[in-house]
C-alpha cells in the first residue's frame, strides 16, 4: 500500500502550493481520493475529494481556492493551493474517501502571516 504526499513547505500567506500524492493503483482505481488536513490541535479533516470520473467537492472552507486533480494513467493526486491562509497550515495527507487505516507519509504546509 502506498500513500506518499509531497509538495509541502513554507509560504507567505496569499501564496501557493501545488501538493501531490502517489497512491496504489489498488487504492486509488476503486475509490474517490481525497486531500486531508491536520492543524496542530485539530482533528484530521477532508478538504477536497475527486471521485474516479473526476467529479470534486470541496470544504468550504477552501472552496475557490483549492482545486484537487487526479492522473488516472499513474494513480496520482493533486492539490493546487492558491490564496494561501494561515489556517491552511498542518500536515496534509492523501488517503481514500472513506480512508483506509494506513495514512502514509504526510506533507507539512507553513503559511506565514
Known amino acids: 500500500v502506498q500513500l506518499q504526499a509531497s509538495g509541502g513547505g513554507l509560504v507567505q500567506a496569499g501564496g501557493s502550493l501545488r501538493l501531490s500524492c502517489a497512491a496504489s493503483?489498488?487504492?486509488?482505481?476503486?475509490?474517490?481520493m481525497g486531500w486531508y488536513r491536520q492543524a496542530p490541535g485539530n482533528q484530521r479533516e477532508l478538504v477536497a475529494r475527486i471521485t474516479t470520473s473526476g467529479n470534486t467537492n470541496y470544504a468550504d472552507s477552501v472552496k475557490g481556492r483549492f482545486t484537487i486533480s487526479g492522473d488516472n494513467a499513474k494513480y496520482m493526486v493533486y492539490l493546487q493551493m492558491n490564496s494561501l491562509k494561515p489556517e491552511d497550515a498542518g500536515i496534509y495527507y492523501c488517503?481514500?474517501?472513506?480512508?483506509?487505516?494506513?495514512w502514509g507519509r504526510g506533507t507539512l504546509v507553513t503559511v506565514s502571516s
Open positions: 493503483g489498488s487504492i486509488f482505481r476503486l475509490n474517490e
Open positions: 488517503n481514500s474517501v472513506p480512508n483506509i487505516k494506513y
